[in-house]
């Protein structure tokens, strides 16, 4: 523990740009930093990206260290380790951060392991305590909260999608900008990415979807539905229904949620014109939140719910399209 | 030579039971086990098992070897999965194991696959249904110094190598390593299949060998609470919400709007 | 004098009968050889009752004299007396060919002559039959009978039969001129019919040799066509009432799993692969199954517009068996042994088809109407155990389901409660030996949400009256009826030895269930497993205790009710009465019959494991039976058994947008709860409030 000083973020590149789940995980990284006065480092890995530096700067970074090589255009596990060994051999940090994304899900308890340690996934809030990282994460489905602690070091860690809050961009900030050669060996990358396929339009699995809008007999037509559909779209998520909707073939059965249906559990259920009966519910109730709109005060859905509109769908829907494509913009 | 498989799964207790039935104990740092709340294998390692059989319908003289770690219990789990057509177990038991974290149960686990020996593709679950961290698949892959491939939704074997297509937030990767290698499996893979009852009846023949610590060379302290990378320093019940919280507002619009901004508030959106 | 007692005749009797015998002869012998194969089943016991039946079923014709298909009713009894009544005369026919002082007419004298105006009487009905069948299947052509060639030869030939016994009659009359001929009364006419006509004697002679022929080789001809058409049921009715199911209708038979174990390598299957693994009775079945449909018209499927049709599954049945027969051409080495398509004779499954085994919902309705005796279901639910058991093939749904149970231990998945919940507030104890009543909550009753309130409404009132009674809580385990009724009968046998062992170790000895399907359970199948227990279900109990003033129900129900029968309770457990006792007790309410109520209930839509397999196609059968008790105009209809009052609350909001317009579903402990104003050892409001539209009662999606 003596040596390492410092809080490395693993920062990720989306289209040309930083990821934005980078800047919420830079965001807690200075949170941490300020408390523990130690600095802030990003690594940036990539072919061609030595530019996206000084962003990383602008949004928290002290050191950004750069390995840009050609055989990192795309991750591979291999690739990705070996250049973080590098950097870390480098930076020598107290603690490595990163995204909870299909990177960080795949590379990061290798990279704790490799280094000696072990990594807490997924979590919600990383502080420090007594010195120490303490990072929290869900688990039980969502039913309990852990609290750890690292024995070893670094501490290893995953953060949440929208968990942290990025800091305000300062294009005034200083930082400094260290290359390191990656020095890769192409036969030691063994995992190659063959081919790539980006998800038809028909959209995600129901019970693959982390929203889910679903729609009931108050609908009342298929052409109502087209509202979910855009709501859906709007925010990366599937649409579902009740059997009733479904048996009057305003939606196919492979949409039915239910007790004879689907089982899902996404992190935001949408439960719009449908009463909640517990046929439904039952295929629903592992949702971390759901939203209930209907227009019947009385509905049992709402006793299920964490939020709720009493309205005619059809009224509230386009106001609240409008304001979830500003919320996702 | 038979391709050989080894299939790692996990005893849970039921992820779907009532809410209600949930309970920790905070004092003990641990989930107290209700009444009536059944054991089940976790559901992205019975689609290792699934998949693992995949492989087995189209090379047919592939070898499957289940390996789960936990209290005599965990049995039921090997079992189900030989019912469902893998052809041997290994039950790594030993109080000495109790309480780990990740790290010690990739620990042991690579140990009994060492043990195991000669194998080709190394299947996990993404994550198991308990604690939901991800990390043991990978880590395994990492202390044997294997490839590995994460997240999968089909995997094939083909002149040496494991073919596996990899899901991404928008869309998959297909994504190709040398054997041996170590996949991970997730939900997009199906279902696994329902076994014939003949298999079941089958499966009660099946040998099931059963190891200590001592079987693999490990003593208590690099294992369980002793060899933890991680510690657990709180585990708690968030308190739940029930109240629902109904939009104000003079309008729809309002209502929408205030939604929206309370989504926002929340992080969920 | 017969036209065969001399040559040439003699000879050509002879021929006929030795030819046509023996071709008859070789077909049963050929048919047989599969019931050889078949599975072993006794069918020996209860034989007092067997031979009532045999004459009340099949001599009485007892179920012909129901009213809803009268007019078959009545040209079959017509035919089925007839054919009965004038063997007399064929057999007289016969002797006398062979020698005159064999004829029955010489033996049994003035007996036969008393019986010859009752058998001209039948060729008069005979015919009048056929005319009427004719009729039917000219002009009115009901769905459910199958016209076609073979119908129509099985008539003509009967006919003919008709009209060659009463010519040849005649002019046998005519010729003879003996002094009682004017007992047959009929034929007695038709010949003062030649006399008026002034027909010569040559010409008499000669047309009673052809007449007295032709009867006898149409009689022949008619014996050997038989099995080679769908009217074969003549040769094997008889068998097929005699060794009819003696169970209740709902109880299915278990298989001896490790046995089959033993026997996978020699092909041994735990379901029903290829159709020698049916037992000879239901290949008795297939044979006999005569296509009147009237299993067709009342199979809640087939009404719904699903694949299912259990006249089909007969015929699929009878199919595979013929094609699984070595034939005639095998038997002279004309073709092969059992003829083949692809290389392999058809299956059942082939034959049945993959939807209609699983759209059965085991109502039992086709077996109550059938006339011959068949068990539709059982065969059935054999082929849906090879589907689950030996090929894991299932509806999606089913699968889940089954699952559900072997690592839940309950079907209800996705539930919010645990066993216990039901009982909070409730002054419920464990069962521990010393209480009269094990009450049985069930999965339903205690997990599913629209069930529970019935639970409780049933605990406040056996409370309330005083009942001893405990429960098993926690401890209670799946019963195994859907797992039984989806086909895995591995499963089932698990529950079933579990539940059973969970009950004799705490000395169980009365089961008190509100589920007619625990009920049927309990009582007719349990002990298949050493499982022997007092079985009552709670509208049985709650009858008794309202007759014996221990509950009193005062406060006014005002409602009109109309109650809807569960198939188990009702046609397969005979339980009628009872819940009509109880719902009868409340004051101030109307009771409604729907026509199909009582024996002919239509089934709910959730037997047969149907409560978590979505229907294939067509309307939804809990849409349908929900229009008919809408139809009735009652506002309450009442149910006893948790799977039919979930399919009410689902069909009739589906049916029923305006919630302030529509029907309300409540068991009849709710209603008697209300009735009784329930106090149990608290003054608790009653679980149900029938004055508004009440939150417990669930309304749908």
Redo the contacts between chains.
């Keep these: 523990m003596s040596n390492s000083s410092g809080i490395l973020v693993i920062a990720e590149v989306s289209g040309n740009a930083v990821a934005s789940i980078s800047t919420e995980v830079l965001g807690a990284a200075r949170r941490l930093a300020d408390q523990t006065g130690q600095p802030v480092q990003a690594a940036l890995l990539g072919s061609g990206v030595e530019g996206l530096a000084k962003d990383l700067i602008a949004f928290g970074a002290d050191q950004v260290y750069v390995v840009d090589d050609p055989l990192l255009a795309k991750y591979s596990?291999?690739g990705y380790l070996a250049a973080l060994e590098k950097v870390n051999a480098q930076a020598s940090p107290a603690v490595i951060l990163a995204g909870q994304?299909?990177m960080g899900?795949?590379l990061i308890?290798?990279l704790?392991?490799?280094l000696g340690?072990?990594?807490?996934?997924?979590c919600l809030s990383v502080t420090a305590q007594d010195g120490k990282l303490?990072a929290e994460?869900?688990?039980?489905?969502g039913?309990?909260?852990?609290?750890?602690?690292?024995?070893?070091s670094p501490a290893v860690a995953t953060i949440r999608s929208?968990?942290q809050d990025p800091l305000e961009r300062n294009d005034s900030r200083q930082g400094q900008v260290v290359k390191v050669d990656a020095g890769l060996d192409a036969a030691a990358i063994?995992?190659?990415?063959?081919?790539?396929?980006?998800?038809a339009e028909e959209g995600i699995?129901l019970?693959?979807a982390e929203v889910v809008v679903a729609g009931?007999?108050g609908i009342g037509s298929a052409e109502g539905f087209a509202a979910l559909e855009e709501l859906a779209k709007a925010?990366g998520g599937a649409v579902g229904a009740?059997?009733?909707?479904c048996?009057s073939g305003w939606r196919p059965?492979a949409e039915q949620i239910?007790?004879?249906g689907k089982?899902v559990g996404p992190?935001?259920y949408f439960a719009i014109g449908?009463?909640?009966?517990?046929?439904?519910?039952?295929?629903c109730?592992?949702s971390?939140?759901i939203?209930?709109i209907n227009k019947d005060p009385?509905?049992?859905v709402?006793?299920a719910?964490?939020?709720?509109?009493?309205?005619?769908y059809k009224?509230?829907?386009?106001?609240?399209l409008?304001?979830?494509k500003?919320?996702?913009a | 030579m038979p391709l050989h498989i080894i299939a790692c799964v996990k005893q849970v207790p039921d992820p779907e039971a009532p809410a209600s039935a949930f309970k920790v104990d905070e004092a003990a740092k641990k989930v107290t086990p209700a009444a009536g709340v059944a054991s089940v294998v976790s559901q992205f390692d019975a689609l290792a098992v699934e998949a693992a059989l995949r492989v087995k319908d189209v090379a047919s003289d592939a070898k499957i070897t289940i390996v789960s770690m936990g209290p005599a219990a965990a049995r039921d789990a090997i079992k189900h999965s030989l019912a469902m057509g893998a052809d041997e177990g290994v039950l790594l038991t030993d109080n000495a194991f109790e309480n780990g974290d990740s790290y010690t149960t990739a620990l042991v686990l690579s140990k009994a696959i060492q043990k195991i020996g000669d194998f080709d593709l190394l299947l996990f679950g993404r994550q198991a249904t308990d604690w939901d961290a991800g990390v043991v698949g990978s880590g395994v892959a990492e202390i044997l110094g294997l490839p590995s491939v994460s997240i999968a939704k089909a995997v094939a074997v083909q002149d040496g190598k494991v073919v596996v297509e990899r899901v991404l937030m928008e869309g998959y990767d297909t994504v190709e390593a040398p054997l041996p290698c170590a996949v991970t499996i997730s939900n997009e893979l199906g279902e696994p299949r329902y076994p014939k009852l003949q298999q079941i009846m089958q499966a009660a023949r099946k040998q099931v060998s059963v190891w200590s610590a001592a079987d693999l060379g490990l003593d208590a302290s690099q294992v369980g609470a002793q060899g933890v990378r991680l510690n657990l320093e709180r585990l708690y019940q968030p308190v739940s919400e029930v109240e629902c919280e109904v939009m104000e507002g003079e309008t729809p619009d309002e209502k929408a709007q205030k939604l929206a901004q309370r989504l926002r508030e929340e992080k969920i959106i | 004098m017969a036209p065969a007692n001399e040559f040439p005749g003699n000879i050509f009797f002879y021929l006929v009968i030795l030819g046509f015998g023996a071709f008859f002869a070789l077909t049963v012998i050929m048919r047989l050889i599969p019931f050889v194969q078949g599975k072993r089943v006794s069918r020996l016991d209860h034989l007092p009752a067997r031979v009532r039946d045999f004459f009340l079923i099949m001599l009485a014709q007892s179920r012909f004299f129901r009213r809803k298909y009268w007019y078959s009713g009545i040209l079959h009894v017509f035919i089925f007396w007839g054919f009965m009544v004038l063997l007399i005369r064929s057999l007289n026919l016969l002797l006398d060919g062979v020698s005159a002082d064999l004829s029955l007419q010489h033996l049994l004298g003035d007996v036969y002559t008393a019986w010859r105006p009752v058998m001209d009487l039948f060729n008069v009905l005979v015919m009048v039959g056929v005319g009427m069948a004719a009729f039917q299947r000219i002009f009115i052509k009901p769905e459910r009978i199958t016209i076609n060639r073979d119908a129509w030869t099985i008539l003509s030939l009967i006919f003919l039969l008709m009209v060659t016994d009463v010519l040849g009659n005649s002019l046998e009359i005519f010729r003879e001129r003996g002094d009682k001929d004017y007992f047959s009364f009929f034929a007695f006419g038709v010949a003062n019919l030649w006399d008026t006509v002034g027909l010569g004697r040559g010409t008499a002679e000669a047309a009673h040799t052809v007449f007295w022929f032709s009867h006898l080789v149409i009689l022949f001809a008619f014996l050997d066509y038989l099995p080679y058409s769908k009217h074969s049921h003549v040769l094997t009715v008889a068998f097929n009432v005699f060794f009819r199911n003696s169970e209740p209708t709902g109880v299915l038979q278990p298989i001896d799993i490790e046995g089959i174990m033993e026997r996978a390598e020699e092909g041994a299957t735990f379901g029903v692969a290829k159709v020698t693994d049916f037992s000879w009775k239901q290949m008795l079945d297939f044979l006999t199954c005569t296509e009147c449909g009237r299993c067709q018209s009342n199979c809640p499927a087939f009404l719904t517009g699903k694949e299912l049709s259990p006249k089909a599954i007969q015929h699929a049945g009878r199919v595979a068996l013929l094609a699984n027969t070595p034939t005639m051409g095998s038997i002279l080495r004309l073709s092969p042994a059992v003829p083949r398509t692809n290389g392999e004779p058809p299956r059942p499954i082939d034959t049945m088809g993959f939807e209609s085994i699983w759209d059965c919902v085991t109502c039992g309705s086709c077996q109550y109407w059938c006339p011959v005796m068949i068990e539709h279901v059982p065969t059935i639910m054999d082929v849906r155990r090879f589907l689950v058991m030996d090929e894991a093939q299932m509806p999606e749904t089913a699968q889940a389901a089954l699952m559900q149970i072997e690592q839940r231990g309950h079907p209800w998945r996705g539930t919010t409660f645990t066993r216990g919940d039901w009982m909070e507030g409730l002054e419920v104890g464990l069962f521990d030996g010393s209480q009269e009543y094990l009450l049985w909550v069930g999965c339903s009753g205690a997990l599913s949400e629209r069930n529970v309130p019935i639970t409780q409404a049933l605990a406040k009132l056996l409370i309330q009256a005083g009942v001893s009674f405990g429960v098993l809580g926690d401890e209670e385990p799946c019963c195994g009826d859907p797992a039984r009724r989806l086909g895995n009968e591995y499963l089932f046998q698990m529950q079933a030895q579990q539940a059973i062992e969970v009950m004799n170790v705490k000395g169980v000895k009365k089961i008190l269930t509100a589920c007619p399907h625990g009920y049927n359970i309990f009582r007719n199948e349990y002990r298949q497993f050493g499982g022997n227990f007092v079985v009552v279900h709670h509208s049985e109990l709650l009858a008794q205790l309202v007759q014996e003033g221990k509950l009193r129900p005062r406060e006014g129900v005002e409602q009109t009710i109309v109650y809807h029968d569960s198939c188990y309770l009702a046609r397969h457990n005979d339980i009628i009465g009872a819940p009509r006792r109880v719902l009868a007790s409340l004051p101030k309410a109307r009771l409604v019959e729907m026509e199909r109520s009582g024996m002919t209930t239509f089934c709910c839509g959730a037997g047969g494991g149907h409560m978590w397999v979505e229907e294939s196609k067509g309307e939804h059968i809990n849409n349908a039976r929900t229009k008919e008790a809408m139809a009735t105009g009652a506002g309450v209809v009442a149910t006893a058994c948790p799977f039919c009052i979930q399919m009410f609350e689902d069909g009739i909001p589906a049916l029923e947008p305006d919630e302030e317009k529509r029907m309300r579903a409540l068991d009849i402990a709710e209603l008697l709860e209300v009735a009784v104003a329930a106090r149990g050892k608290e003054a608790a409001a009653p679980t149900s409030d029938l004055s508004a539209a009440g939150e417990e009662v669930s309304a749908g999606p």
């Design positions: 596990t291999d994304t299909d899900r795949d308890p290798r704790a392991f490799r340690s072990s990594a807490a996934m997924d303490v994460r869900p688990c039980y489905g039913n309990a909260r852990a609290v750890n602690s690292f024995k070893m929208k968990a063994r995992d190659k990415v063959t081919a790539h396929q980006e998800v699995r019970e693959d009931g007999r925010l009740t059997r009733a909707a048996d059965v239910g007790l004879t089982i992190t935001l449908l009463s909640g009966s517990s046929q439904h519910m039952a295929g109730s592992g971390k939140n939203i209930a009385e509905a049992i709402f006793k719910s964490r939020f709720g509109i009493v309205e005619d009224k509230v829907m386009p106001a609240l409008e304001a979830c500003k919320l996702k």
